[in-house]
């Protein structure tokens, strides 16, 4: 049964910094294109970042410069590092791992940015 688990989310102060991590299990990760998602309330779900199997990036315009994502095959985690954190990066944090057209998703861990 495939798992993923989200932590390091938590309350910081604007301009402040968090990692969050998603660790998997269940599945070849290596292979797995992996990506952040996060949702706010009232918001549509929405993908921050992505790295796929070959470490190819991409990330959103509203934080690219300030996010950063990687990945760690040997311990099947992928990481988000944010920087500058503004209030409206206040959200819960999703992992995804793609293959194709199967997904997997973490139960996501809360992230809230206010002084």
């Known amino acids: 049964q495939v798992q993923l688990v989200e932590s390091g989310g938590g309350l910081v102060q604007p301009g402040g910094s968090l990692r969050l991590s998603c660790t998997a299990s269940g599945m070849t990760f290596s292979i797995y294109s992996m990506a952040w998602y996060r949702q706010a309330p009232g918001k549509q779900r929405e993908l921050v970042a992505r790295?796929?199997?070959?470490?190819?990036?991409y990330y959103a315009d509203s934080v690219t410069g300030r996010f950063t994502i990687t990945r760690d095959n040997a311990k099947s985690t992928v990481y988000l590092q944010m920087n500058s954190l503004k209030p409206d990066d206040t959200a819960a944090y999703y992992c995804?791992?793609?293959?194709?057209?199967?997904?997997?998703w973490g139960q996501g861990t809360q992230v809230t940015v206010s002084s």
């Open positions: 995804n791992g793609q293959l194709g057209s199967l997904g997997h």
């Open positions: 790295m796929t199997s070959d470490y190819f990036t």
